[in-house]
Nanobody, 121 residues
Framework: QVQLVESGGGLVQPGGSLRLSCAAS????????MGWYRQVPGKQRELVAV???????NYVDSAKGRFTISRDNAKNTVYLQMNSLKPEDTADYYC???????????????WGQGTQVTVSS
């Protein structure tokens, strides 16, 4: 079993910054994709940013130029630096990882519990 533990969410004013962290632990052999999704009530969960094991990165259009995803493979940790935050960034943010576990031959999807980000004055 694998666990993803998120931290860094909270309340911030428009234009402010916040950094999210997510650490994966458990019987991990390898992690391929790792990243962040977000969801607001009444809407579908959307990809915010994802980073592959080789370092390729993809952002949702609304995050480009404002958010930066980074990854520490040695620590099985992914970060999301969020700058110039807007009220529309308010959402529950979920960490995601595609994980190969010990004694398994296939990758599985894992999700964190979510951390709330609120952007308001």
């Amino acid at each position: 079993q694998v666990q993803l533990v998120e931290s860094g969410g909270g309340l911030v004013q428009p234009g402010g910054s916040l950094r999210l962290s997510c650490a994966a632990s458990g019987s991990i052999i390898n992690i391929n994709n790792m990243g962040w999704y977000r969801q607001v009530p009444g809407k579908q969960r959307e990809l915010v940013a994802v980073c592959t094991s080789s370092g390729s990165i993809n952002y949702v259009d609304s995050a480009k130029g404002r958010f930066t995803i980074s990854r520490d493979n040695a620590k099985n940790t992914v970060y999301l630096q969020m700058n110039s935050l807007k009220p529309e960034d308010t959402a529950d943010y979920y960490c995601y990882a595609h994980v190969l576990e010990k004694f398994y031959l296939v990758y599985r999807d894992y999700w964190g519990q979510g951390t709330q980000v609120t952007v308001s004055s």
